[in-house]
């Protein structure tokens, strides 16, 4: 059994000062990848499905692709994240299908698009947690808006994400309301806004602090040590990828994403769990085009996914090695959720705050 809870996890990281990557799956392909990667650097690993992986692919298919991941690497920890739940019934869903761990997104109403003020959050992300919490299982909340500080505005993903103008204020989640928000509603770990964003198209420069605004991870960090933050919108969009995947027909503007050096800070900050996606894309898509542009007469689906599947797997695990997960999987054992339950129920995991902030 190496099913393990995001709370175990990124409590592990935290002890041990590294940062684990959450990779997005709809299909087998991803997941064959995303765990060679994780089984060649002996590293734990977050597979996360958004709402829009669950109708791809089905809830059952999921599910029983998780287990074949399990049985094919028993010694690699396995955390199945909903990432980006938009009411409860999505995250109980979730959690009837094995997952264990879910977002509760009560940043945006329900309808996914529509920011929610701060007293909706705090309702429907404790009402989450408190029935997750009792069947051991862990929660992830969102404070601020994610959204793009160059543009003010979400980028929608898998149909998620905020609709319209955003202020400022709005896409930085502020340090103050971050500490009561994790104290009333008790979640394990809190996703950050701080300028990243959905998609390919992140930033239109190499970013600096007035796009991608780090001091928001540090000053949160200072008034709770303990929090794990999460980074979303976190892929690095390398140029030698962009160029890979447009040398083979394909047309995508020259784009930013999140250096990797600005991901190791915030890792250094007690960022834990850092959101990757587009790169996975990419890496994926390019690889397909170049068998697609390169050899015209192939037409064996497999042909397309193992290159597709490689480029995958060479990428998780750069990101295995650089935000130092490779090797931590042998130095975990799972605790199972009936135990997570009890430690919650007893308060072991309530939120602390740092002694000079906790007035
Ligand atoms: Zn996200």
């Known amino acids: 059994m190496a099913r393990i809870s995001l709370r175990q996890l990124l409590d592990h990281a935290a002890e041990r000062h590294y940062g684990v990557p959450a990779f997005n799956i709809n299909n087998m392909e991803q997941v064959l990848g995303i765990m060679a990667a994780a089984a060649a650097t002996d590293s734990p690993v977050i597979l996360q499905a958004s709402r829009g992986a669950r109708s791809y692919a ?29 009411d409860a019934g999505t995250c109980l869903s979730a959690i009837q299908h094995g997952f264990t761990s879910v977002m509760m997104d009560g940043s945006l109403r329900a309808d996914a698009k529509t920011p929610a003020d701060y007293e909706y959050n705090v309702s429907v992300t404790r009402h989450v947690t408190e ?15 994610l959204g793009s500080l160059e543009t003010g505005k979400g980028e929608a993903e898998d149909g998620h994400g905020a609709e319209g103008a955003l202020s400022h204020d709005q896409l930085l989640t502020d340090p103050d309301q971050a500490v009561a928000f994790v104290r009333e509603t008790k979640v394990d770990a809190l996703a950050v806004a701080m300028g990243t964003s959905h ?30 933050m999460v980074m979303h919108g976190s892929s690095s969009v390398p140029q030698e ?34 959101n990757i996606d587009t790169d996975c894309r990419l890496a994926m898509a390019a690889a397909i085009r170049k068998v697609a542009s390169t050899n015209k007469a192939e037409f064996d689906p497999r042909a397309f996914m193992k290159p597709a599947i490689t480029a995958l797997k060479d990428l998780c695990k ?19 959720l009936s135990q997570m339950a009890r430690h919650y129920a007893a308060g072991t995991y309530d939120p602390v705050v740092a002694v000079a902030n906790a007035a």
């Open 58 to 86: 089905g809830d059952v298919m999921l599910a029983k692709m998780i287990e074949g991941a399990e049985a094919m690497y028993p010694d690699i920890p396995i955390c199945l994240h909903q990432d980006h739940g938009n």
């Open 318 to 336: 750069a990101r295995f090695e650089a935000f130092g997960t490779a090797g931590q999987a042998a130095r975990i054992m799972p605790i199972p």
């Open 241 to 274: 990828l962009q160029e890979e995947f447009n040398r083979f027909g394909g047309e995508m503007t020259q784009t930013w994403g999140v250096p990797l050096e600005e991901i190791l800070t915030g890792i250094k900050y007690g960022v834990r769990k850092v």
């Open 131 to 145: 029935m997750a919490h009792l069947v051991g299982v862990s929660v992830e909340g969102e404070l601020g808006v």
């Open 199 to 228: 998609g390919a198209h992140k930033f239109s420069r190499k970013p600096d602090g007035a796009i991608l605004a780090l001091h928001v991870i540090r000053a949160i960090h200072e008034k709770m040590p303990a929090l794990h």
